[in-house]
C-alpha cells in the first residue's frame, strides 16, 4: 500500500503537466485570435474595403457581362444560371486571397515594429505559434466571406445557401481560408519590407486570381484557345479552392479538389515553419532581425 501510495504523486504529475501544457497552448490560441479580432473591430475600412471590391464585381461587372458570358449546362450545375451566379464562389475566393495576403504584409510589419520577435521568442513552440497566427487569419477570412455572402443575398443574388448544401460549401471556405493564409505566411518569409508588398500584388496575387476560375471556366479558355492559359490554371491551387467551393454550393463532388487544396495548405504551412526558424530557414530572419531565438 505504501508503494502505491509513492507511485500515485509520481503518475499524477505528469498528467498535471501535460494538462497544464494543453491549456498553455490553448491560451495562446485564444490570446492571438482575440487579438487580431479585436485589431480588426477597430478597422472598420478594412472590413468595407473587403466587402466594396467582391461587390463592385458581382453588381458592375457581372450585370454587364451578363450576356457576354454564357454559362452552358456543365458540372455543378443542372440548369442554364446568370453569371453572377458563376462567379459568387470567385468572388467569396477573392475576399478569402486577399485577407491571406494581407496578413503577410501584417506579419512584416509585426515584423519590423518587433511584436512578431516577441511572438516567437514565447515558451511555445514555434510551428505552434505561427499556426495559432494562420488561425486569426482564416477565422477573419471565414467571416468576411461569409459577411460577403450575406450582402451578395441582400442584393438579389440566388444562391442555395439555405439547405444542407451550406456546411460542406463552409467547410471548403474554411479550407480555403487555411490554404491562403499558409501561402500568405509563407510570403512573408520572404518579404523584406513594406514596400515590396506591391510586388506581392503583382506577381502573386493578381495571376493568381485571373489564371483561375473565378471570374470564367476552364472550357472558355480551351475554347478560345488560350492553350498555356488553361493549364496554368489547371495547376493552380486557388482554382480548386475555388472549384471545391463552386461544387459544395451546389451539393456536388468536387472530385480531387479538397485533396489540393488541403495539401497545398500543409505544404505551404510546413515551408513558413521552416522558414521562421532562424537557424535553416530560407529568409534567415534572425540575420536581419526578424526572428528571435529559437
Known amino acids: 500500500m505504501q508503494d502505491a501510495a509513492l507511485k500515485t504523486p509520481a503518475v499524477a504529475a505528469p498528467r498535471s503537466e501535460a494538462r497544464h501544457g494543453v491549456l498553455h497552448f490553448l491560451q495562446a490560441l485564444r490570446a492571438i485570435s482575440l487579438r487580431e479580432l479585436l485589431k480588426f473591430s477597430q478597422q472598420y475600412g478594412r472590413l468595407v474595403s473587403a466587402l466594396v471590391r467582391p461587390l463592385l464585381w458581382l453588381a458592375v461587372f457581372a450585370a454587364g457581362f451578363r450576356n457576354v458570358f454564357g ?38 510589419y509585426d515584423r519590423e515594429m518587433g511584436l512578431m520577435r516577441l511572438l516567437l521568442t514565447a515558451p511555445l513552440p514555434r510551428p505552434w505559434i505561427l499556426f495559432c497566427k494562420l488561425f486569426a487569419t482564416a477565422l477573419l477570412s471565414v467571416l468576411q466571406a461569409l459577411a460577403f455572402v450575406a450582402v451578395a443575398l441582400l442584393i438579389g ?11 460542406p460549401a463552409l467547410l471548403a471556405i474554411v479550407a480555403g481560408a487555411f490554404m491562403l493564409g499558409a501561402l500568405g505566411l509563407l510570403l512573408s518569409v520572404h518579404i523584406k519590407q513594406l514596400e515590396n508588398f506591391a510586388g506581392t500584388m503583382n506577381f502573386v496575387i ?22 498555356w492559359v488553361y493549364q496554368l490554371a489547371r495547376l493552380n491551387p486557388f482554382t480548386h479552392a475555388i472549384e471545391w467551393i463552386r461544387f459544395a454550393i451546389h451539393g456536388k463532388d468536387p472530385g480531387i479538389a479538397p485533396w489540393v487544396v ?20 530560407f529568409g534567415q530572419l534572425a540575420k536581419r532581425g526578424g526572428g528571435g531565438p529559437p
Not at 453572377?84 to 486577399?98: A, T
Not at 440566388?158 to 448544401?165: D, I, R, S
Not at 505544404?267 to 535553416?280: I, S
Open 71 to 108: 454559362i452552358a449546362i456543365v458540372e455543378p450545375y443542372d440548369t442554364y444560371i446568370p453569371y453572377e451566379v458563376y462567379i459568387v464562389p470567385g468572388l467569396i475566393g477573392m475576399v478569402l486571397l486577399f485577407n491571406g495576403m494581407q496578413s503577410s504584409l501584417a506579419l512584416v
Open 157 to 167: 443574388t440566388e444562391l442555395p445557401v439555405f439547405t444542407w448544401h451550406a456546411f
Open 206 to 227: 493578381f495571376p493568381m486570381y485571373f489564371i483561375s476560375t473565378a471570374l470564367y471556366p476552364l472550357w472558355k479558355l480551351q475554347e478560345a484557345g488560350a492553350d
Open 262 to 281: 488541403l495539401g497545398c495548405a500543409v505544404a505551404f504551412f510546413v515551408l513558413a515553419c521552416w522558414g521562421y526558424d532562424p537557424q535553416r530557414g
